[in-house]
């Protein structure tokens, strides 16, 4: 307990390694992977962010990345259809579309998007939604979506943390034989799966933390991001959710990030993130009621030190950052 705040701060940690700028990123999984690594691009950092849309379920995520690993592409038959679109169970909905081949050549470009990102990153966040995943009854696959097909054609299931750690073991020993170098920074989404209800969801979190735990100990490569911890038992309060009381506020997502970049954002790399928040700050600020003249000069000097930042920086995304100013 911190003095007399009656709060539990989690401890202070530092990373099994850093993020640079020119540290080239992969983010997979549920949506709060995106929070994190939205907040990268944002600063200019190369991204490949979610290929196959967001994800919960971390048997559905390995299916994927064991396709993009042997760079195996879908076929027509793998695609299913229903209120007149074309999807895929192993992908997010914004994968589906009204034409068949249109939607078999988007998952075939996320497919290809990934294995080449699985051979190039450096560092990939992985985070994992929820233990519980949806079979179909008539196959016995566990889907990513259930596209709104009907219920009756799914079953819920719990997955087993030994099931979950057997799949993932395998899918690491091969990641790391074509990408030796690669770093894992694994982390649960401290979103609330209501639907489940508050014991249902508890299980499923239970379960994941069990195997991540188990394939953390296993590979010196894959780290643990406290997320989960940050938001479930340091802010701890309700404060911090959204108005769904599920999902984590804008306020509570800032502070994840501020304990993210003091443990794995290298000392460089976050002097040029204060660099390109002061930018910000001042594009923010410039007055609609400034005279012209005045106001052209402060819009040039923005530019120029947003220049002088990517001229130093060569390897920031510049088409992103230049987004500042427009």
């Excluded at 895929?88 to 998007?113: E, M, W, Y």
């Excluded at 750690?165 to 694994?186: M, R, T, Y």
């Excluded at 970049?261 to 009621?289: P, R, V």
Aim: charge should be positive; hydrophobic fraction near 40%.
């Amino acid at each position: 307990m911190e003095g007399n705040s009656f709060r539990s701060v989690y401890p202070d940690f530092k990373g099994d390694f850093l993020i640079q700028p020119e540290t080239k990123v992969m983010s997979i999984g549920s949506c709060f992977s995106e929070h994190i690594s939205t907040k990268l691009m944002s600063n200019g950092l190369q991204i490949i962010q979610n290929p196959f849309g967001i994800l919960y379920n971390p048997i559905s995520i390995a299916t994927n990345l064991n396709r993009a690993l042997n760079f195996t592409s879908y076929q027509m038959k793998d695609l299913a259809y229903h209120d007149g679109l074309w999807h895929c169970f192993d992908f997010h909905g914004r994968f589906s579309h009204p034409d068949q081949k249109i939607c078999l050549d988007k998952v075939n470009q996320a497919i290809s998007t990934a294995s080449r990102a699985i051979k190039s990153s450096d560092v990939v966040l992985l985070t994992f939604g929820t233990g519980w995943g949806f079979r179909m009854k008539e196959s016995g696959k566990i889907v990513a979506n259930c596209h709104k097909f009907p219920a009756l054609e799914f079953e819920r299931v719990l997955l087993k943390p030994g099931k979950i750690i057997d799949i993932w073991k395998g899918l690491f020993k091969n990641w790391f034989a074509v990408n030796p170098d690669i770093k894992l920074l694994i982390s649960i989404s401290p979103v609330r799966y209501l639907r489940d209800g508050m014991h249902g969801n508890n299980l499923g979190k239970a379960s994941l933390q069990l195997a991540v735990d188990e394939l953390v100990n296993q590979f010196d490569m894959i780290s643990y991001f406290p997320a989960f911890e940050l938001i479930t038992d340091d802010l701890r309060d309700y404060r911090f959710f959204d108005h769904d009381y599920a999902h984590p506020s804008r306020e509570a997502i800032g502070y994840v990030w501020k304990r993210f970049k003091k443990a794995y954002l290298s000392a460089e790399l976050q002097n040029i993130i204060k660099s390109i928040e002061k930018i910000k700050k001042q594009s923010a600020h410039i007055s609609l009621h400034e005279h012209q003249s005045m106001q052209k000069a402060r819009q040039s000097k923005i530019k120029n030190s947003l220049e002088r930042l990517i001229e130093e920086y060569p390897v920031l995304d510049k088409q992103i950052l230049y987004q500042i100013i427009e």
